[in-house]
């Protein structure tokens, strides 16, 4: 028996494993190859491309800094507008919707399955799809943007809402219900108490990213600043071009600084 134990070699996998991690590898490898044919890289323009962006950036410096006040910053404010309003919009959307969509407050499979498809509708569709569909109905301008921010985030809030609803602790909803409380309070005193933190860790990162995709709507005329960036690159207005990224790049680092901050106070109080 001695003998046995000690002719037994240790391997870190078996067969099976083996060839199923080679059959891993094999499949992404063979995607890369062929994203990459599918892409069709020009070569010449790829050789080009260095002197292309200095070329670019040339043009950009000095940036025409005396555009920001009467070009710039109307649109900036209108961006955070559009971001914080369609967020807003998107909490109160997606939160009956979220009810809906978790297992433990909504059994009733047709409503849940119907849940669960507007949260997979909303976020199968990007931004600025939402927004060509918006200025379509509304026309150009901010409430376009807005209604494309809302309609975009809401698979997002009411998925991990969802999700935070079939997480929570059952002990809490037993006790309540053992002493009769209504659905209402099971809601407000059972369910809400648990998913606070994560409530508000969402919605913070939700407008977070909206900051970012606000500032490009205007990009298919749905508002903000990106109105502002299509003109100047139409134009070919470079130094106004480099203005407004130094104005899109300052908001989303603010954005980031205000979200961090916020949810330290909010989730995380000292």
């Not at 067969?15 to 892409?39: E, H, N």
């Not at 109307?74 to 297992?103: K, M, R």
Request: charged share 15%; proline share 6%.
């Amino acid at each position: 028996m001695a003998e046995l134990a000690h002719d037994r070699i240790w391997r870190r996998f078996t067969p099976a494993q083996k060839l199923a991690r080679f059959a891993v590898y094999l499949v992404i490898v063979a995607a890369i190859v062929a994203s990459i044919r599918t892409v069709e890289v020009i070569p010449e323009f790829l050789a080009d491309a260095p002197e292309q962006v200095v070329d670019l950036l040339t043009r950009m410096w000095p940036p025409d800094t005396a555009y920001y006040p009467k070009g710039v910053h109307a649109a900036l404010i209108e961006t955070i507008h559009i971001a914080s309003l369609g967020t807003l919009l998107s909490l109160l959307l997606a939160l009956p919707v979220g009810l809906f969509a978790a297992h433990n407050i909504c059994p009733y499979l047709p409503l849940n399955l119907a849940a669960k498809l507007i949260l997979v509708s909303s976020r199968s569709v990007n931004s600025l799809v939402w927004a060509l569909l918006f200025v379509g109905v509304f026309g150009p301008g901010a409430l376009a943007g807005t209604l494309a921010i809302a309609f975009r985030s809401i698979g997002f809030v009411g998925k991990l809402v969802a999700e935070a609803l079939e997480d929570s602790q059952p002990g809490p909803i037993e006790a309540l219900s053992a002493a009769g409380a209504p659905g209402a309070s099971l809601l407000s005193f059972g369910y809400w108490p648990q998913i606070k933190p994560a409530f508000w860790s969402i919605a913070l990162f939700r407008w977070d990213i909206n900051v970012r995709e606000s500032a490009v709507l205007g990009l298919v005329g749905a508002g903000g600043i990106g109105m502002a960036l299509d003109s100047a690159l139409n134009l070919f207005q470079w130094n106004r071009v480099a203005v407004i990224l130094l104005a899109i790049f300052a908001v989303v680092i603010a954005a980031e600084i205000v979200v961090t901050v916020a949810r330290k106070r909010m989730i995380q109080p000292q």
